[in-house]
């Protein structure tokens, strides 16, 4: 079994700045990508950021300048580094991975989601 554990959202002002953490844990042989989405009350899930188990990010046109996002593989574990933080940012956030586990294939997993809200 495979977890995907996040922490790290709340209440922050217009401005501000917040880390999200994301940690795999289980039955787990490698993890390819890890990567954040987010979705937006009335809005469909889109994708944030990803980072591939060789550092190579892509971003959201939307927070490319903004937000950072970094990995340990020897922790398991994906981070979201988002600075200058807009309204338009407040979302469910939710952490992905790819990962080898001990069943054939790769297999995409899902954390529980994190609130963020950006509100003065």
């Known amino acids: 079994q495979v977890q995907l554990v996040e922490s790290g959202g709340g209440l922050v002002q217009p401005g501000g700045s917040l880390r999200l953490s994301c940690a795999a844990s289980?039955?787990?042989?490698?993890?390819?990508?890890m990567g954040w989405y987010r979705q937006a009350p009335g809005k469909q899930r889109e994708l944030v950021a990803d980072?591939?188990?060789?550092?190579?990010?892509n971003y959201a046109d939307s927070v490319k300048g903004r937000f950072t996002i970094s990995r340990d593989n020897a922790k398991k574990t994906v981070y979201v580094q988002m600075n200058s933080l807009k309204p338009e940012d407040t979302a469910v956030y939710y952490c992905?991975?790819?990962?080898?586990?001990?069943?054939?294939?790769?297999?995409?997993?899902w954390g529980q989601g994190t609130q963020v809200t950006v509100s003065s």
């Open positions: 992905y991975a790819t990962i080898r586990g001990t069943s054939p294939g790769l297999t995409n997993y």
């Open positions: 289980g039955n787990i042989i490698s993890i390819n990508v």
């Open positions: 980072i591939t188990s060789g550092g190579s990010a």
